[in-house]
């Protein structure tokens, strides 16, 4: 079976330059881009170029140069979007959804970086 990955996906689209983004940071493997439904200050999406499905299917199958390049954007991302903890910074959330249980609602891997506001618990408890 393996991990299955539809190329008709909203972010698959944007990767084809079939719909708009608003671009944060673009480099060879990544693509970082502003949220349409922001839920904090800084909403930021950040997504492989590559067709991967989720987290899982990613760091099991990406190359080492796709998941350095994609770990690094995120470091960027904070430090351009000024969400990091360096110098007493604020900081931030990280959060990728996979698969039914995590809720995830578009079939490509994307972290969502979120801050600029206290963001509360990870999880409310039941
Ligand atoms: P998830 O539930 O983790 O799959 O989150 C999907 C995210 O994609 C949501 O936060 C949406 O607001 C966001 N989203 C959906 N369509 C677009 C789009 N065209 N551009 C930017 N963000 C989008």
Redesign the pocket.
Known sequence: MGYAYDDQN?FAK?LRGE?P?KTVLETEHTLA?????PQAPVHV?VIPKGPYASLDHFTQEASDAEILDFNRTIGKVCEMTKVETKDGGMGFRAIT?AGVHG????PHL?V?ILGGRQLGRMLPRD
């Open positions: 909203i944007i719909i983004n881009f502003a949220d349409i439904q999406l959804n809720h995830q609602e578009v994307h969502h």
